[in-house]
Nanobody, 124 residues
Framework: VQLQASGGGLVQAGDSLRLSCAAS????????IGWFRQAPGKEREFVGA????????YYADSVKGRFTISRDNAKNMVYLQMNSLKPEDTAVYYC??????????????????WGQGTQVTVSS
């Protein structure tokens, strides 16, 4: 599976942004997809994830209620809708694919394939 994240940009606090993750490969629908982010000088952290069928979603507490993940397996796409953005959301955002049963834990090592990342900058 190859992944490519896009949709990042520079926005103001309170704005919304939607990131997209485009996947190649016929097995896309058998992978859970996670979103992670990494700010300068910090470790990569879990944002949220969606199960292979799209029926289950988990979010980090820091984004719960503001971010929503959805997926369209027919189009090999996963989306991260980000609302009420805050300056602390500034980071490079990555999408990743994994097949482990613990995909919902948001552990980096549970994900095998990663996209290249897209920069999100939120100004105050």
């Amino acid at each position: 599976v190859q992944l490519q994240a896009s949709g990042g940009g520079l926005v103001q606090a309170g704005d919304s942004l939607r990131l997209s993750c485009a996947a190649s490969g016929r097995t896309f629908s058998t992978y859970a997809i996670g979103w992670f982010r990494q700010a300068p000088g910090k470790e990569r952290e879990f944002v949220g994830a969606v199960s292979w069928g799209g029926g289950n979603r988990y979010y980090a507490d820091s984004v719960k209620g503001r971010f929503t993940i959805s997926r369209d397996n027919a189009k090999n796409m996963v989306y991260l809708q980000m609302n009420s953005l805050k300056p602390e959301d500034t980071a490079v955002y990555y999408c990743a694919a994994g097949r482990t049963s613990s995909w919902y834990r948001g552990v980096v090592s549970d994900y095998d394939y990663w996209g290249q990342g897209t920069q999100v900058t939120v100004s105050s």
